[in-house]
């Protein structure tokens, strides 16, 4: 899906390249340079890669987004953003996205 229609969710995703990269990502509307979770609507800071949900209804068209990615020591990865749809399990209460080979 290439166009943002209004029903999609953006998801941000930072692959690490190496065994012992640990790229964090941050998301701001407002803080051009965002790394921390004091300067970011949304942020994921786990170990290893990363992927992070902007909910639709969170923006719209026309938004500027300011993505940072920050790593504690050297690291190497990949960014990808996706327009995901949510698909309802059956018989469960949990959800699922997919975009591409991935899925969340």
Same mark, same amino acid.
């Given at each position: *899906?290439?166009?943002?229609?209004?029903?999609? /969710?953006?998801?941000?995703?930072? *692959?690490?390249?190496?065994?012992?990269?640990? !790229?964090?990502?941050?998301? +701001?509307?407002?803080? *051009?340079? !965002?790394?921390?979770?004091?300067?970011?609507?949304?942020?994921?800071?786990?170990?290893? +890669?990363?992927? #992070?949900?902007? /909910?639709? $209804?969170?923006?719209?068209? $026309?938004?500027?987004?300011?993505? $940072?990615?920050?790593?504690?020591?050297? #690291? +190497?990865?990949?960014?990808? !953003?996706?327009?995901?749809?949510?698909?309802?399990?059956?018989?469960?209460?949990?959800?699922? *996205?997919?975009?591409?080979?991935?899925?969340?």
């Amino acid at each position: *899906m290439r166009y943002y229609t209004g029903a999609e /969710h953006l998801v941000i995703k930072v *692959m690490a390249d190496s065994y012992e990269s640990d !790229p964090d990502v941050f998301i +701001s509307k407002t803080e *051009m340079y !965002p790394t921390s979770s004091q300067n970011a609507q949304w942020y994921c800071e786990r170990e290893g +890669s990363e992927t #992070c949900v902007i /909910h639709n $209804g969170e923006f719209n068209v $026309g938004d500027t987004l300011y993505i $940072g990615v920050k790593c504690v020591k050297e #690291c +190497s990865y990949k960014l990808r !953003p996706w327009y995901a749809a949510v698909t309802n399990l059956a018989e469960s209460d949990r959800t699922q *996205m997919r975009f591409e080979a991935y899925s969340t």
